[in-house]
């Protein structure tokens, strides 16, 4: 077959055409695969900064807290600031950089170099931290690569950090009492720990002497002390000073031998610790009885505060009706319009009820009212149980003595009024209810807070004597204004029930006593300020997110503090009377409410 010329010229250009179509195919592929290649990479980059980005908040608060606590556990600080924040930085560069290379061993497709570097730390407030760091690298894949040296900065704000208000190098054998005003001869309690004190070179207190600033040994007495070789947990004291304070925070030395002597009566204004009775109650102690109350005897003291330094406590078994004993002296005779009284105090009886049935009476007039010489009485108290009625006589004089038909029993701690309404008649009226109920066979720590003028109120509370131990405050508080004050202020112990001889119920009471003490108040009475070489762990709750801040901002449970070592000088060993501080630095404190 013959093709003309013409025809042979067309078949080249269709050839042709094709040929140059299939090559235009080719490279709009290739140019594809490229620009898919380099997003893939440009989404790899955005990918790896934004992972450093996020990772060094992490990483930050990880390396820092490992410090942290390497620090407590070894007991060894850094040797400055500049070595704390050089190590820092040299954790969170290893932290970051360990992170990027995990990212290149699961990234076998690229090719991957970095180098991630802190070039600064510094401190916005307590707590928050700026760190600024370069990141370089440089990532390929195939024909495709990216190269970015970033320079950029983070505010990091730390979210389990040390708190510089409560964490400390502890120095031992001092203790740190903060005064919100200027006080003299001032009582007040101290918690000796292994935190602040150590128990290695005195384990029973014996001679141990307190020294205030001026070098002068202050009057001291242990409530308890308890220590054990297994257990560091047990190793704890409670002790009462008196001593003068100024405002603002006293520093007070203990030397561990010495020639010290626990003495409540040097330590308070009126003490008894029911410690030496032998024979007679009245000359043996700061109380007297009455031709009622029953007989008072030392007994083995069978409390959670049992020691070395309190073996005794007094006790008035099948008490009468009215078994109390009244103190010495008034309080005029102390020079004292305010004051607080505190006793430990427990009863039990057969009368099928749960109430201890104990009362500390305060605005005692001996001689109010004579009934049959029994009740001359009156007086205020506040009782753990007892009977009361408001609507007729609670106890009425018979032939047969005093009888009672109230059946008006009451197992709460509350204020109430006991009085001679007659000759015959005995009331006790409920003042204050706090309804809360009370157990017998349990021991208490009742505190009474007395002002005398202009009004005569008092606030009382109690709380069970193994929580005292274990530093639960008083939180029950009840409050009553007196519409009539006594003539005189004595102070007694007894029983707000007693036991019925003669009367419809036929039932024993037994009550017992300890640490009767009276000492000065003060509305913000000192503190003592505790120092731990644990970690604090502070975050922030979790409807605020992260933020911390401070003065008006949405979290306000922490604030800066300027006096405080920040985190930084901690972890170099800085306390709360060192410096100066590291500048950029600064403490943080849990606000005061």
């Not at 013409?6 to 040929?19: H, I, P």
């Not at 990141?135 to 040296?149: I, T």
């Not at 004190?197 to 070098?215: A, L, V």
């Not at 030395?253 to 204004?269: R, Y």
Request: net charge negative.
């Amino acid at each position: 077959m013959y093709l003309s010329h013409t025809t042979v010229t067309l078949v080249l250009l269709m050839m042709l055409t094709a040929t140059m179509i299939y090559t235009t195919i080719d490279l709009q592929k290739d140019q594809i695969i490229t620009e898919t290649i380099a997003t893939s990479v440009d989404l790899k980059s955005s990918s790896l900064e934004h992972v450093v980005e996020t990772s060094i908040p992490i990483a930050f608060n990880k390396v820092l807290n490992d410090m942290e606590l390497e620090v407590i556990q070894s007991g060894d600080f850094y040797k400055n600031e500049s070595c704390v924040l050089g190590n820092l930085t040299y954790l969170l560069e290893s932290e970051i950089n360990g992170n990027l290379e995990s990212i290149k061993n699961e990234s076998s497709e690229y090719g991957m170099d970095y180098d991630f570097e802190v070039t600064n730390i510094t401190m916005i407030d307590g707590f928050t931290f700026k760190v600024d760091y370069d990141l370089e690298y440089y990532l390929a894949k195939e024909n495709v690569y990216d190269s970015k040296n970033v320079s950029e900065s983070q505010k990091i704000t730390v979210k389990t950090i040390v708190s510089a208000y409560h964490y400390v190098k502890t120095t031992k054998n001092l203790i740190e009492i903060n005064s919100s005003s200027d006080l003299t001869d001032y009582q007040f309690k101290v918690v000796l720990t292994d935190n602040n004190f150590d128990f290695s070179e005195n384990n029973n207190g014996s001679g141990i002497k307190f020294i205030d600033e001026d070098g002068d040994s202050i009057p001291y007495w242990v409530e308890y002390w308890s220590y054990t070789d297994d257990d560091l947990r047990d190793q704890k004291a409670i002790i009462w000073l008196k001593g003068n304070l100024t405002t603002g925070i006293n520093y007070i030395n203990i030397t561990p031998t010495g020639t010290g002597v626990s003495n409540g009566d040097d330590v308070f204004e009126l003490f008894e610790g029911f410690e030496d009775l032998e024979s007679d109650f009245d000359s043996e102690t700061i109380f007297h009885t009455t031709n009622v109350s029953g007989t008072w005897e030392n007994d083995s003291l069978d409390s959670v505060l049992n020691s070395a330094y309190n073996e005794k406590m007094v006790k008035c078994e099948n008490a009468p009706i009215f078994a109390k004993v009244i103190s010495d002296n008034d309080m005029t005779h102390y020079g004292l319009s305010e004051y607080i009284v505190e006793v430990n105090a427990k009863g039990n009886n057969s009368d099928g009820e749960s109430s201890p049935n104990v009362m500390t009476g305060f605005f005692v007039d001996p001689n109010a009212e004579p009934t049959y010489a029994y009740h001359p009485e009156s007086f205020y108290t506040a009782d753990l149980g007892g009977i009361y009625d408001d609507n007729k006589n609670v106890y009425v004089y018979s032939k047969s003595g005093f009888e009672s038909d109230i059946d008006g029993f009451s197992s709460n701690f509350w204020i109430s009024q006991e009085y001679a309404s007659s000759s015959t008649d005995v009331d006790r009226l409920e003042l204050v209810d706090s309804s809360l109920p009370v157990q017998e066979n349990t021991w208490y720590y009742l505190k009474l807070k007395i002002n005398e003028t202009p009004a005569a109120t008092v606030s009382v509370s109690f709380i069970n004597l193994d929580y005292y131990l274990d530093g639960v405050e008083f939180t029950n508080e009840i409050r009553y204004t007196l519409k009539k004050i006594f003539s005189d202020n004595y102070l007694l112990l007894g029983t707000s029930v007693g036991s019925y001889e003669y009367a419809t119920f036929d039932y024993t009471q037994n009550i017992y006593f300890d640490n009767f003490r009276v000492r000065k108040y003060v509305q913000d009475e000192p503190e003592q300020i505790i120092r731990y070489s644990g970690l604090y762990y502070i975050s922030p709750p979790r409807e605020y997110g992260t933020a911390y801040g401070t003065g008006d901002s949405e979290n306000l449970y922490f604030v800066e503090n300027n006096t405080e070592p920040s985190i930084i000088d901690m972890l170099a060993g800085k306390g709360t009377s060192e410096g100066p501080y590291w500048a950029d630095g600064y403490g943080i404190k849990l606000v005061e409410n």
